[in-house]
Each structure stands twice: as structure tokens, then as C-alpha cells.
């Protein structure tokens, strides 16, 4: 499959809904099925400069641009923060398990490591997503912690994972 990673325009927002309200995506993501086009177009019009988005898109037979993936990277604000940042990512379901959550990663810990020089890189994970927390450690991300009854999820109540990837040159 041939695709594209690239950064975010507003065009994206209605793929990015899509995605976010998705089964087999909004589960693992803190979406929920009722969110609107809206927060997505305000999401990108929002973002400041210590925010970082890629998307991923191929181009179907008729032409048609589909957004496959999107990974962020927020730069805590805080001035005592500033070497760190949090990553979040998904996949397009129908394109899962092809490499492009890799390749996201990859293009958001370039910028990371290489641009902003960032020390620590943090996420939030369910404990039991286990695509996504084999994708992290391929990173070099490493469990610190867990919170316990982080998130809700279908009915439940959900431990996370804490994960940080720490760079020191
Ligand atoms: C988790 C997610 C981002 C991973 O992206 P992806 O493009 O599907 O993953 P990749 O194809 O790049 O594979 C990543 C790794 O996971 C492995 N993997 C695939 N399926 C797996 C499974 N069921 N269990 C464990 N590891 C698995 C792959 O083999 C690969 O590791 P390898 O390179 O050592 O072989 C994506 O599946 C997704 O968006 N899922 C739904 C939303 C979500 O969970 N987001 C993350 C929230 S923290």
C-alpha cells in the first residue's frame, strides 16, 4: 500500500472523526461514538506550536484521500516541562497491523529527538492492548507505572499503563 505521512491540515478533521468514533479505534482512545466533526476541526485550528501532528492518507482507485492514521506530540507547557511531551496515536481500523503505527511513531520521535531534543516522551495505555504496548517498547518506551481504574471502558472501569521513553544524548 502506498501512503503518505504528512502534517495535519484542516481538510483531515472529518477522517480524524471518523477514526475517533470508530470501532475497533474509539475503544482504546478515550473517543466515545457521539463526538463531532467539530472537535476535530477545533483540535486542529487550535493547535499552538508545541503541538506536532502527522497524519498518514493514501489515495484510493477514485481519487479519494482517506486519512489511514494520525500520531501527536503535546510539549508539556509548563516551563519547568519543557523536555518532555506526550504521544498519542491510532489507526484507521482497515489498516491495523500494517506498519503505519510504526511509521507515525517513527516520523513523531524524529522530531522529538532530533528537533526538540526532548529528554522524556510519556503515554497512557490500557494495560491489556497489547499491539499497542508491543509498538511502544519497539520505541524504546519502558512501564513505569500503572494507573489504576484510569479510564472508562464499556461498562468498566480500566487500569492504564504508564510508559516513558527517556533520551539522554
Ligand atoms: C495500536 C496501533 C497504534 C498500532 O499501530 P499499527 O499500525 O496497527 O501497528 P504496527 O503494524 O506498526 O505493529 C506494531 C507492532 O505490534 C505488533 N503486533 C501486531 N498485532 C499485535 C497483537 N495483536 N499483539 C501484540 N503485538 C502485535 C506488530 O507485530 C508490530 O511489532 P513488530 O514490529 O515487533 O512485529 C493501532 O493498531 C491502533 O490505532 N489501534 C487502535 C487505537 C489504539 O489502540 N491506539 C493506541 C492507544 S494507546
Same mark, same amino acid.
Given at each position: @500500500?502506498?501512503?503518505e505521512?504528512r502534517s495535519?491540515q ?6 480524524? *472523526?471518523?477514526m475517533?468514533r @470508530?470501532p475497533g479505534?474509539?475503544e482504546?482512545?478515550?473517543g ?9 476541526? +477545533?483540535f486542529?485550528? *487550535? !493547535?499552538?506550536?508545541?503541538s506536532?501532528?502527522?497524519?498518514a492518507v493514501?489515495?484510493l +482507485?477514485?481519487?479519494?484521500?482517506v486519512?489511514?492514521g494520525?500520531a501527536?506530540?503535546s #510539549? ?7 523536555h518532555?511531551?506526550?504521544i498519542g496515536? @491510532?489507526?484507521?481500523k482497515?489498516?491495523?497491523? !500494517?506498519? #503505519?503505527?510504526?511509521a507515525?511513531m517513527?516520523a513523531?520521535?524524529?522530531?522529538? +529527538?532530533n528537533?526538540?531534543?526532548l #529528554?522524556r #516522551? +510519556?503515554?497512557t495505555?490500557f494495560v491489556?492492548?497489547?499491539r499497542?504496548i508491543?509498538?511502544?517498547?519497539? !520505541?524504546g ?18 487500569d492504564?499503563?504508564? !510508559?516513558?521513553r527517556i533520551r539522554?544524548?
Amino acid at each position: @500500500m502506498n501512503y503518505e505521512i504528512r502534517s495535519i491540515q484542516l481538510k483531515d478533521a472529518s477522517g480524524i *472523526n471518523a477514526m475517533r468514533r @470508530m470501532p475497533g479505534v474509539f475503544e482504546n482512545i478515550l473517543g466515545i461514538p457521539s463526538e463531532r466533526l467539530k472537535r476535530s476541526e +477545533d483540535f486542529i485550528q *487550535n !493547535m499552538g506550536p508545541n503541538s506536532h501532528q502527522f497524519v498518514a492518507v493514501t489515495t484510493l +482507485d477514485d481519487g479519494n484521500e482517506v486519512v489511514i492514521g494520525t500520531a501527536g506530540l503535546s #510539549v508539556y507547557e509548563n516551563p519547568r516541562l519543557r523536555h518532555s511531551g506526550s504521544i498519542g496515536i @491510532m489507526i484507521h481500523k482497515d489498516y491495523q497491523g !500494517m506498519r #503505519v503505527g510504526t511509521a507515525l511513531m517513527e516520523a513523531l520521535l524524529d522530531i522529538a +529527538d532530533n528537533w526538540l531534543m526532548l #529528554v522524556r #516522551v +510519556d503515554l497512557t495505555v490500557f494495560v491489556d492492548n497489547e499491539r499497542a504496548i508491543q509498538l511502544y517498547k519497539n !520505541m524504546g518506551f519502558e512501564q513505569e507505572g500503572v494507573k489504576k481504574m484510569g479510564s472508562i471502558r464499556n461498562g468498566e472501569y480500566v487500569d492504564e499503563l504508564i !510508559m516513558s521513553r527517556i533520551r539522554l544524548k
